[in-house]
């Protein structure tokens, strides 16, 4: 069974690396990117099964990478991973496609039950 391939996109480096490192424990592949045109450009895209999402980076912030990945039929899970405990940001994610919207404080416990089949 290969690993399952996941994108870390978040501006802060520090909070890049902690997601990155724990989902390498959990024994993911991970690609790091500070923004969404980072993750848009890369050559696996096609094979990322999850992806956790900041929302509010410079760049391309969350809610334009993920109109970016619906254009492009993305197919792989899309977490959005943010700081922001507002029901409008979780409500425009979940419009958008994204599968469910974490605060980064919770999204170091439930890393485990995202990387399985049923997320």
Do not use: H
């Not at 969404?36 to 890369?42: C, I």
Request: charged letters at 25%; a negative charge; one cysteine or more.
């Amino acid at each position: 069974m290969s690993k399952p391939l996941v994108a870390v996109v978040d501006d802060d480096p520090r909070i890049r690396d902690l997601l990155a490192a724990e989902l390498e424990d959990l024994e993911a592949t991970v690609l790091r990117c500070r923004e969404g045109s980072e993750l848009l450009a890369q050559e696996q895209l096609d094979q990322v099964e999850l992806v956790l999402l900041d929302w509010m980076m410079p760049g391309l912030d969350g809610a334009a990478t993920l109109k970016a990945l619906a254009d492009l039929s993305f197919r792989g899970r899309v977490v959005v991973v943010t700081a922001l405990c507002d029901p409008e940001v979780q409500r425009m994610a979940g419009n958008a496609g994204a599968a469910a919207t974490l605060l980064k404080t919770e999204a170091l416990e439930q890393l485990s039950a995202w990387l399985s089949p049923q997320g």
